[in-house]
């Protein structure tokens, strides 16, 4: 997970920028609590998305709002990635580069966990059996 997260960093800041924070990210454990934030909100958002509102209705059962709620996972990544960084706990991040590269970096875990546990879920979704096409 540590090599996925610093092959992130890289590709989004394309600087050395993050090696002088790498330290804080992965000591003080704020990897780990954002990766276990972004599992919890992406699968509340698959629950969300299959079992609530699919079993109650068939008006969202199309693959681009499968899609929308993918999409939002990402965006809720983000959030708790930003939010955690830009919180005063961890001392010593540069929030103007690192805390931005950081949050940009996680928005594709909540879209991959989405994925993943959509596989799972649409089981149990009434009308939404066939999304993600």
Known sequence: MEKVYEIL??????????????GILIGEGLCGYVSLLTLVFAILLCLIFYVVINRLTASFQKTSHWFIFALLSGVIGFIVAFANVSSGIYKGIEIQKFGYMFAISNII?????????????????????????
């Open 9 to 22: 960093f890289f590709l989004a800041s394309g600087s050395s920028v993050w090696t002088d924070n790498w």
């Open 109 to 133: 875990w909540p879209i991959i966990y989405f994925v993943l546990f959509s596989f799972i879920f649409k089981n149990f979704s009434l009308f939404a059996k066939r999304t993600p096409i």
